[in-house]
Nanobody, 126 residues
């Protein structure tokens, strides 16, 4: 039973910061690339970031480059997303995902994802 459990979402002001966490269980964490998707009402699901098993390769979507930082702690089976300089357009449900390859996440493909979390809501006020 693979489970991904997100936490850390909430309400922030524009320009503020939040740190999201994703705790994984039921899988060998360091066998997987891990990433984040987000989806706002009325909008398509959007890939945000991905990190390979060793942390040696990292990808960010253009809208979050320079503001968000993805990281992982394999000893704790935990994925993180540090979000700085938040903007109202960052408002969305953020989902943690596991995949064999970061290319699947970067291309936005859903079929190649091995697991999804239920999500944590991020709301940014202006």
């Amino acid at each position: 039973q693979v489970q991904l459990e997100e936490s850390g979402g909430g309400l922030a002001q524009a320009g503020g910061s939040l740190r999201l966490s994703c705790a994984a269980s039921g899988l060998r964490f360091d066998d997987y690339a891990m990433g984040w998707f987000r989806q706002a009402p009325g909008k398509e699901r959007e890939a945000v970031s991905c990190i390979t098993w060793s942390g040696g390769d990292i990808w960010y979507a253009d809208p979050v480059k320079g503001r968000f930082t993805i990281s992982r702690d394999n000893a704790k089976s935990t994925l993180y997303l540090q979000m700085n300089d938040l903007k109202p357009e960052d408002t969305a449900m953020y989902h943690c995902v596991a995949s064999r390859h970061c290319t699947v996440v970067a291309l936005g493909g859903v079929d190649g994802l091995d697991a999804w979390g239920q999500g944590t809501q991020v709301t940014v006020s202006s």
